[in-house]
């Protein structure tokens, strides 16, 4: 079991308890402050530690079960789910030639632009609050580990909101690729602010459900993303 943050201190944006709650797991899933094969509390445990009721618990963790984020087992409990590990061989298989950050920057483009298609149709009103505590975050100034940090997690939530579990398990596999990539891309204050200025347009398609304008967007991101990639590291 683990001590989890409480709920309590939320701003209320959605007519459902249960989209807040699904939300809250889904940020602390996504960071990794909730680690794979995390047993949760009991549901009685976990509702009196939220201040929730059980009902609405219980509509959040059969959600999180659909997004394949949490597993229920019959004695076990309530398990956050462990990543492929077919993702994983396939990356220490890969030579080092292979790894290289055009290679990376090639994959995010192919994959990423379909989960933001896939996102805008099956997106739920929890991941919405996700996206959004997010960007609140980046909003303002931060050190870059915390700048990465928040951008691989507002990636992760919109490859889990495509709710296809391959593609999943390759987003998973492109973000160990490009700590490189990263590193660069949010080496100073003016790359960190691009880098939020392009979530925002992607979550506003998001939002509206546009799924053309989804995949332009992030289309435009990684775009960005290698130009700035590419300032600070001309060879890229």
């Known amino acids: 079991m683990t001590d989890l943050p409480q709920l309590a201190g939320f701003e209320r944006r959605s007519a459902?308890?249960?989209?807040?709650?699904?939300?809250?797991?889904?940020?602390?899933i996504s960071t990794g402050e909730l680690a794979p094969g995390t047993r949760l509390p009991s549901e009685r445990d976990l509702a009196s530690s939220m201040n929730v009721s059980r009902t609405s618990l219980r509509e959040a963790m059969h959600e999180l079960e659909v997004k394949n984020m949490v597993a229920r087992r019959p004695g076990r409990g309530t398990i956050v789910t462990e990543p492929t590990t077919r993702a994983n061989d396939l990356y220490e298989r890969m030579s080092e030639a292979e790894r290289t950050l055009r290679d990376v920057?090639?994959?995010?483009?192919?994959?990423?632009?379909r989960f933001?298609?896939?996102?805008?149709?099956?997106?739920?009103?929890?991941?919405l609050i996700a996206l959004e505590t997010v960007l609140e975050k980046t909003k303002r100034p931060l050190p870059q580990d915390e700048s990465i940090e928040h951008d691989i997690a507002f990636h992760m939530l919109i490859a889990q909101a495509s709710q296809n579990r391959l593609l999943v398990a390759l987003g998973?596999?492109?973000?160990?690729?490009?700590?490189?990539?990263?590193?660069?891309?949010?080496?100073?204050?003016r790359s960190r602010r691009l880098s939020h200025d392009g979530h925002h347009r992607i979550y506003l398609c998001l939002r509206d459900h546009d799924p053309e304008a989804a995949r332009q967007a992030m289309l435009q991101h990684l775009?960005?993303?290698?130009?700035?990639?590419?300032?600070?590291h001309p060879s890229f």
């Open 16 to 28: 459902s308890l249960g989209a807040e709650i699904v939300a809250h797991f889904e940020r602390l």
């Open 105 to 113: 920057a090639e994959l995010r483009e192919t994959i990423e632009p």
């Open 116 to 127: 933001a298609e896939l996102a805008s149709r099956r997106i739920t009103d929890s991941t």
């Open 172 to 189: 998973t596999l492109a973000n160990e690729w490009t700590s490189s990539t990263r590193a660069l891309s949010h080496a100073d204050s």
């Open 223 to 232: 775009s960005e993303v290698a130009e700035m990639t590419r300032s600070h």
